[in-house]
């Protein structure tokens, strides 16, 4: 029987992980917060679209207990990727694969670095959620997940897809990985950051006001531009279509209603925000490839300093009175 | 003997008032929240360059109060540009002159509309300058007015820079009025805007910060960009050189400490903040004038969404719980 660790147990974790658990699969979380509720009660999934109770759920806190699974799943933060090593190598046995369902550009390379390129997948989640009380996950639509071998092998994207579809989730073999990584960002760059940059908004009013929806669809352009640039320099056959990219997200965005953005919901509880796997990141390749990107560098100029904001880096006026 | 009405007495009309009241040149000032305080104590200027104290203040609450002196200059805030038609009419008489020492593109025409465009001009105060309590200006830098008359009649500002010298301030007659109004804009854009986008700091961060820097830069060169094509349009022989503006405005604000732009203090205390007038006007000429401007339309959206929160006109993910 399949066998499988979710190390970083936020809402996409726990969302994945309940669906391979719902349908069989022998799957094993590590878990910090969730951990008591989860031991005692299961894990819950609510959703307009059909929710679910897995009720008996195998959760550990410590990662010598993971055992030597076939798949770890990586959903942490990727402002947690220098810890990920540690909480993953116990759990890296012989034959264990990698999965890096997590935000950003480069993550599978560094879980490479650690563990080698061969087991190592990325995945991308399109996915409307956000986690609840201790054991509860509110799914709100979609669910699709991209995925990519690091090293493109069909065969290994095969046997990835074929495990999700156990949990009868909906999967995309992307053209290659890097196209995936993209295409996820070109959503990220601009919704999450402008959720933040906003003051910490929903996606319903970055749609409706006019002048927030042009710098969204602005950001998104530069994101597909720097995408196709850095696919370019890879030798990637698979490019972004601009128009495509840009109607098909759009379109998606209008019908999720006011949909909280993780790093909206980070910023708001004053948490470490995804700024560098998301928005420097992309920031970096479009200098790296000389392509013009001035919305999306106002953007992460922006939201890394709300960032140190949380960290009390910043100077604010209103903190040493007016 | 040359009479003087400031209709708006905020930091730069009571700062320039003052000026000119020590001089000897009478000066009426229409007050609402420093009244009494100036009525009873005068007007204070405190300045590392030297301060002053004007003892005895002329301040009335009522405009009709005001006259109908040689010059009025008008330094209401540019969000208060409405309310300036009532509070002007009583003072103008058949030669009374009106300075806007005000904000913005387009005030002087508005002005202009209401009383004839022979007695406006327009004034562009670089100062560093902040309300202490009241009866009192803090006054950090700088203080030189760029003058233009609506006409640029070589005369009329003659006159005006003669008055204004009286007070000994320095004064710049400008090529004529637009270019002064874009020469203002392209420091109040990326550091008003900037100031309330990354949360209501000072200047020092964005001086210091990286990223920050970089964008308030990019902003600059497009404001420079949006005004010469506007001055282009309107067959202005001047234009803005582009390095020179960069270079000695980044040069400048490099003196001021952190200094709080005038956006970035209305911000903290949830005052109207003269989105509009800054940056509003600047990101539809360059619409109108199809100068790419990216980075200050992006602050546009953003300065304008702060200033809807401060109205409770944006679904804050705070204020709905997480």
Same mark, same amino acid.
């Given at each position: 029987m399949t066998t499988v660790a979710v190390v970083g147990s936020g809402a996409v974790g726990c969302y994945y992980g309940a669906l391979l658990a719902r349908a069989g699969v022998d799957v094993r979380f590590l878990m910090r917060r969730d951990l008591e509720a989860v031991r005692n009660n299961g894990l819950r999934v609510e959703s307009p679209l059909g929710g679910f109770h897995v009720e008996r759920v195998d959760a550990v806190a410590d990662p010598t207990e993971l055992g030597h699974p076939d798949w770890v799943i990586c959903s942490l933060k990727s402002t947690a990727l220098e810890h990920a090593r540690e909480l993953l190598a116990p759990a890296v046995g012989p034959n264990t694969r990698i999965v890096a369902l997590m935000n950003g550009l480069g993550v599978e390379e560094r879980i !490479? !670095?650690?563990?080698?390129?061969?087991?190592?997948?990325? &995945?991308?989640?399109?996915?409307?959620?956000?986690?609840?009380e201790p054991g509860l996950v509110h799914h709100l639509d979609y669910g699709r997940v991209s995925i990519g071998h690091l090293l493109d092998d069909p065969g290994e994207n095969a046997r990835l897809a074929e495990l999700l579809r156990l949990g009868d989730i909906e999967v995309v073999v992307a053209p290659n990985l890097r196209y995936a990584r993209w295409e996820k960002l070109c959503w990220n760059v601009p919704f999450n950051g402008l959720s933040v940059a906003a003051g910490g908004v929903g996606t319903k009013l970055i749609m409706e006001d006019a002048a927030l929806r042009s710098t969204a669809e602005r950001a998104m352009r530069e994101v597909v531009a720097i995408g196709n640039a850095d696919l370019a320099a890879i030798g990637s056959a698979a490019h972004l279509d601009e128009a495509a990219v840009v109607e098909s997200m759009f379109r998606l965005t209008g019908t999720m209603g006011d949909y909280r953005t993780s790093m909206a919901i980070?910023?708001? =509880?004053?948490?470490? =925000?995804?700024?560098? !796997?998301?928005?420097?990141?992309?920031?970096?390749? &479009?200098?790296?490839?000389?392509?013009? &990107?001035?919305?999306?560098?106002? =953007?992460? &100029? =922006?939201v890394r300093v709300a960032d140190l904001r949380r960290r009390g880096l910043v100077p604010l006026i209103e903190d040493s009175g007016v």
């Amino acid at each position: 029987m399949t066998t499988v660790a979710v190390v970083g147990s936020g809402a996409v974790g726990c969302y994945y992980g309940a669906l391979l658990a719902r349908a069989g699969v022998d799957v094993r979380f590590l878990m910090r917060r969730d951990l008591e509720a989860v031991r005692n009660n299961g894990l819950r999934v609510e959703s307009p679209l059909g929710g679910f109770h897995v009720e008996r759920v195998d959760a550990v806190a410590d990662p010598t207990e993971l055992g030597h699974p076939d798949w770890v799943i990586c959903s942490l933060k990727s402002t947690a990727l220098e810890h990920a090593r540690e909480l993953l190598a116990p759990a890296v046995g012989p034959n264990t694969r990698i999965v890096a369902l997590m935000n950003g550009l480069g993550v599978e390379e560094r879980i !490479a !670095a650690w563990f080698g390129r061969e087991r190592v997948f990325g &995945a991308m989640a399109f996915v409307c959620i956000n986690r609840g009380e201790p054991g509860l996950v509110h799914h709100l639509d979609y669910g699709r997940v991209s995925i990519g071998h690091l090293l493109d092998d069909p065969g290994e994207n095969a046997r990835l897809a074929e495990l999700l579809r156990l949990g009868d989730i909906e999967v995309v073999v992307a053209p290659n990985l890097r196209y995936a990584r993209w295409e996820k960002l070109c959503w990220n760059v601009p919704f999450n950051g402008l959720s933040v940059a906003a003051g910490g908004v929903g996606t319903k009013l970055i749609m409706e006001d006019a002048a927030l929806r042009s710098t969204a669809e602005r950001a998104m352009r530069e994101v597909v531009a720097i995408g196709n640039a850095d696919l370019a320099a890879i030798g990637s056959a698979a490019h972004l279509d601009e128009a495509a990219v840009v109607e098909s997200m759009f379109r998606l965005t209008g019908t999720m209603g006011d949909y909280r953005t993780s790093m909206a919901i980070d910023y708001v =509880l004053g948490r470490e =925000l995804e700024v560098e !796997a998301i928005l420097g990141e992309t920031s970096r390749h &479009a200098a790296r490839h000389h392509v013009p &990107a001035p919305t999306v560098d106002a =953007l992460y &100029a =922006l939201v890394r300093v709300a960032d140190l904001r949380r960290r009390g880096l910043v100077p604010l006026i209103e903190d040493s009175g007016v």
